[in-house]
Nanobody
């Protein structure tokens, strides 16, 4: 069993910054691509940013110049630094990862989500 636990969400003013983190735990043999997705009320869950095990990144166009995804493989943790936040960034942010448990095959995992609200 692999668990993903997010932290760092909260309320921030427009133009402000937040940093999210997601730590994976369990009987982890290998973690592949990790990413952040978000879902606003009434909308689909969309990709925000992903990062491969070697550090290659991909961003949604709406956040490309403002957000930075990174990871610490030694800590099995992925981060999302969010700058210049605007109200359109308000959503529940979910951590996602591909991972392999010892002696098992690759599966997908989701965190529980953390609320990010951008409002004055």
């Amino acid at each position: 069993q692999v668990q993903l636990v997010e932290s760092g969400g909260g309320l921030v003013q427009p133009g402000g910054s937040l940093s999210l983190s997601c730590a994976a735990s369990g009987n982890i043999f290998s973690i592949g691509t990790m990413g952040w997705y978000r879902q606003a009320p009434g909308k689909q869950r969309d990709m925000v940013a992903t990062i491969t095990g070697r550090g290659a990144t991909n961003y949604a166009d709406s956040v490309k110049a403002r957000f930075t995804i990174s990871r610490d493989n030694a800590k099995n943790t992925v981060y999302l630094q969010m700058n210049s936040l605007n109200p359109e960034d308000t959503a529940v942010y979910y951590c996602h990862a591909y991972a392999i448990e010892t002696e098992e095959y690759q599966r997908q995992y989701w965190g529980q989500g953390t609320q990010v609200t951008v409002s004055s």
